[in-house]
């Protein structure tokens, strides 16, 4: 099992910035990689970015690509993912999830967080 804990939610201004943080413990030697999802209300959660784990590799939503930074802390099995030029449509609960198994970093994340509020008001 992997437990993931996500923070750095709150409330910003259009235009501003959050750094989102996401702590895992447990068989963090398991991952293949990990993410960020959203769900605004009434809508189906939605990808957001992913990094895999021992890898450079990196992929975004097109919505987020050009604003939003995924990276991580191996030393600290923490994930990041700094939200600049933020706008009122991201707000949502930002859940970070993990993954076992190689594949497309869209789908088949095995750990969820419990989700952290972002709100952007206009």
């Given at each position: 099992?992997?437990?993931?804990?996500e923070?750095?939610?709150?409330?910003?201004?259009?235009?501003?910035?959050?750094?989102?943080?996401?702590?895992?413990?447990?068989?963090?030697?398991?991952?293949?990689?990990?993410?960020?999802?959203?769900?605004?209300?009434?809508?189906?959660?939605?990808?957001?970015?992913?990094?895999?784990?021992?890898?450079?590799?990196?992929?975004?939503?097109?919505?987020?690509?050009?604003?939003?930074?995924?990276?991580?802390?191996?030393?600290?099995?923490?994930?990041f993912?700094?939200?600049?030029?933020?706008?009122?449509?991201?707000?949502?609960?930002?859940?970070?999830?993990?993954?076992?198994?190689?594949?497309?970093?869209?789908?088949?994340?095995?750990?969820?967080?419990?989700?952290?509020?972002?709100?952007?008001?206009?």
């Amino acid at each position: 099992q992997v437990q993931l804990v996500e923070s750095g939610g709150g409330l910003v201004q259009a235009g501003g910035s959050l750094r989102l943080s996401c702590a895992a413990s447990g068989r963090t030697f398991s991952r293949f990689a990990m993410g960020w999802f959203r769900q605004a209300p009434g809508k189906e959660r939605e990808f957001v970015a992913a990094i895999v784990w021992f890898l450079p590799n990196t992929h975004y939503a097109d919505s987020v690509k050009g604003r939003f930074t995924i990276s991580r802390d191996n030393a600290k099995n923490t994930l990041f993912l700094q939200m600049d030029s933020l706008k009122p449509e991201d707000t949502a609960v930002y859940y970070c999830a993990a993954k076992r198994s190689a594949g497309s970093l869209l789908r088949d994340y095995d750990y969820w967080g419990q989700g952290t509020q972002v709100t952007v008001s206009s």
